[in-house]
């Protein structure tokens, strides 16, 4: 079961801890959903905590996945926990009947110079090195097309950045689907309009309150649709 209030309050907590640490804090780059949430005002709710392992050795990778661990002990049970290849990977339960908490930090290559798609940021006193807007708007464009199933929260996201007119970084898009940001712009497309709509809401409707989920229900794929032909309109070269 997921209480809003509850997550937020432990996700905030763990943010706080990984950039207070100032052996790891340079180490880490924030991104994904919950990055817009906290930093960018995305008006959806994420669950789980996504980073880029910003220097790429071995060394490193042992080392934060040890300081990680020893940050989400004092929350919950660690219930999944590994490095394995591009991940290193941590479960959180903070309690019997709540939504766990996935920790995941990729250790790719996304981009030649992987610290310029990041800058520093506050929310509430805490200072993170935060995805920058262009990164998490190209992020999410490939998330959409290159997961198994398509997540409608990947539909809201790029709507959402669209709208507000958002950057779109062209090299991590290349790097992560071989595509040009108007080739992956004409998939994306595609790709919600064939979507049912009764599958609008599929993994999503929880993450909104009932006011924003009626919105998605009726609307939120039309307008996802035009805000992305209107981007690929205003970008044609």
């Not at 939504?99 to 981009?111: D, G, L, V, Y």
Request: hydrophobic share 40%; with cysteine.
């Amino acid at each position: 079961m997921l209480n809003i209030a509850k997550h937020r309050l432990v996700m905030g907590s763990i943010i706080r801890d990984i950039y207070n640490d100032v052996s790891i804090s340079s180490l880490l780059g924030f991104k994904g959903g919950t990055c817009a949430y906290f930093f960018y005002g995305l008006p959806r709710f994420s669950v789980d905590l996504d980073f880029d392992l910003l220097i790429k050795d071995k060394e490193n990778e042992v080392f934060i996945f040890e300081k990680i661990k020893n940050i989400l002990k004092k929350y919950g049970d660690i219930k999944d926990s590994f490095i394995k290849s591009n991940t290193i990977f941590n479960v959180l339960s903070y309690g019997p009947s709540d939504h766990n908490i996935k920790i995941e930090i990729s250790t790719r290559e996304t981009a030649t110079n992987i610290k310029d798609l990041y800058e520093l940021k506050e929310h509430i006193g805490v200072f993170a090195l935060v995805a920058k807007q262009d990164y998490l708007f190209a992020s999410k464009l490939a998330a959409l097309t290159s997961r198994p199933n398509i997540a409608s929260r990947d539909i809201y996201d790029v709507w959402h950045f669209a709208k507000n007119g958002w950057g779109i970084n062209d090299e991590v898009v290349k790097k992560m689907v071989n595509k040009t940001v108007e080739e992956q712009l004409s998939k994306s497309i595609l790709l919600i309009e064939n979507l049912p709509n009764e599958q609008i809401l599929a993994g999503l409707g929880e993450l909104l309150n009932q006011k924003e989920k009626n919105w998605a229900k009726n609307n939120l794929k039309t307008e996802a649709i035009f805000a992305l032909k209107n981007y690929a309109f205003a970008i044609k070269k």
